[in-house]
């Protein structure tokens, strides 16, 4: 178990970064703590926690930052604590959607056809020129957050929120470009990307987070079968994306019917881009590296090459010593 381990720890390179190792903190609500964020000194990469573009309708939430005129004092020194530690952070560009429960108005509760997975019928369905807005607003926060150090950018279409909205076929009931067919739905995160790139330059890195799973719609699903995923990924790849960031109820779990690939696992085969895999890792320690099967399976994947790097949230975020802890048991 102890070489295995070793896995984990080798350097990756993708774009214009060098990761130290392949472990990846991902975006853990902090309550604008950047202390607590320069707590962990092991991964090497953090993806910050989740930041509001700048619009009125990207959520209310006091406690999430805003990639703002204003905030480039917070979000600076965030990045030079984690660039002490020798490690790499994004910034996570995020509109909440339709299912915000802290909302005060309706009327900001925008979302592709005013439907939302939790509260049904809810909120505005957004117009031509309000996704103009938001595509535009997608891609001054990115601008903003490369302006003040951050080594890339996540942008965060996962988990029920804006962007998934527009992915998946319950939310997104138009009838237009942007919806009905899968690639018309995929246009939405596509014209985010291509914005970011056109923004921030040809080698900036750009992470795009997607999952299957809803926040309130475990059972939820982007697409059905391999043959689906590839059309949604395809205009994403096109538009400039560097990493893919697959979230699952478990990382390891099957995506689809007859196959025991993970979605992150088919993120890479049908896109060949670096890939991150996420949810649900388990990786304790009690003394000793854990013969767990979710560290069997990671190491596997990593040794095959079917996945690039590891995110792993509140593990990181509660134990600040836990990657260095690791590290000394592969030794």
Known sequence: MKDSITSLFKPFDFGTLKLRNRLVMASIEQERSSGEVSANEGAGLVIAEASYINHPSAGEKMDLPRLESGSEAYFSEMVKAIHATGGVIFAQLFH?????????????AWSPSGFSATRGSYGKAMTLDDIDEIIAAFAEAA???????????????AHGYLIDQFLWANTNRREDVWGGTIRNRAQFAAQIIAAVRRATGRLFPISFLFSQWKVGANNAAIATS???????????????????HASDGHF??????NSDRSLAVWAKELTELPTIAGGSID????????????LEILIRQLDNQQIDLVAVGRKLFSEPTWVSELQRLSQ
């Open 226 to 244: 391999p043959q689906d995923l590839e059309i949604l990924l395809d205009p994403i790849v096109q538009a400039g994306v560097t990493i893919l």
């Open 143 to 157: 601008s903003f957050a490369q302006s003040v150090g951050f080594d890339g950018v996540e942008i965060h279409g």
């Open 252 to 257: 390891g779990q099957p995506a689809f019917r």
């Open 283 to 294: 990786l304790s320690l009690s003394g000793r590296p854990a013969y767990s099967s979710d």
């Open 96 to 108: 909440q959607g339709a299912d915000d429960s802290e909302r005060f108005a309706p009327s900001l």
